[in-house]
């Protein structure tokens, strides 16, 4: 275990960002579920603007906490090299992509009903997650925020398997992550708790953050 729980390994991660990141306002985005707490508290240790970043695991065939890539609100999609192996062919690919474009849309009109997404453009952006098991959804991540121009782009994870922090590493412009341990099998064997976060609490969050969000321009 590295981290008591995700409010620990937030606290952990804020403390690394806050000497360069500290008063440059950044725009801190999550990935839900998540690390949307996590986001809430680095937002606040760094004086920045908290908000989602939505993005969706495309599942193993029979595997369903296996990502054999990840796809954004747009519709954009990486695919690992090892996809094909697991039996995700052209077909099934289609198929999952459309079902999680689906509940990105859903998502989204869950999560922020009232406003658009804050816009990255010319801001620092810093993209959060709980950890780094294939680094998909992170890529898809970057890759989306990438698209819409930030002056510098961020990605902060508490805990990343060693191969997936490589692979990581040329989409953004910088990675803290804390720890690489070789012996990496899942995210949540580094936290001692490491509860479902359900939407409810993801909509309270943003409910929270949506005050900071009607002041800046969305896109």
């Known amino acids: ?24 306002h950044p725009l801190v985005l999550a990935i839900p579920r998540g690390a949307v707490p996590m986001g809430r508290v680095i937002a606040d240790a760094l004086g920045g603007d908290l908000d989602v ?14 990502a054999v890539g990840a796809i954004d609100e747009t ?17 099934y690919l289609a198929r999952e992509k459309a079902e999680q474009l689906a509940v990105l849309a859903e998502r989204r009109a869950s999560y922020t009903p009232a406003r658009t997404p804050l816009d990255p453009a010319g801001r620092t952006v810093i993209v959060v997650d709980d950890g780094l098991a294939t680094g998909a959804t992170m890529i898809a991540a970057l890759h989306a925020v990438r698209a819409k121009r930030p002056a510098q782009l961020v990605c ?13 590493a040329p989409h ?24 479902q976060v359900d939407d409810d609490e993801v909509r309270a969050i943003l409910a929270r953050a949506a ?3 009607a002041g800046e321009g969305g896109v």
């Not at 519709?75 to 077909?91: E, K, P, S, V």
């Not at 902060?156 to 692979?167: E, H, Q, Y």
């Open 1 to 24: 275990m590295y981290f008591r729980d995700r409010t620990d390994a937030a606290q952990r991660l804020a403390a690394a960002l806050d000497a360069t990141y500290r008063g440059r």
């Open 53 to 66: 970043a939505l993005v969706r695991k495309l599942r193993a065939p029979g595997q369903p906490e296996f």
């Open 75 to 91: 519709g954009w999609a990486y695919i690992a090299d090892y996809a094909a192996g697991t039996g995700a062919d052209a077909g």
């Open 156 to 168: 902060a994870v508490p805990v990343g398997a060693p191969d997936s922090v490589r692979k990581v």
């Open 172 to 195: 953004a412009d910088e990675v803290v992550c804390l720890a690489t341990p070789h012996d990496f099998y899942a995210v949540g064997q580094f936290y001692g708790s490491f509860p």
């Open 211 to 213: 005050p900071a969000a």
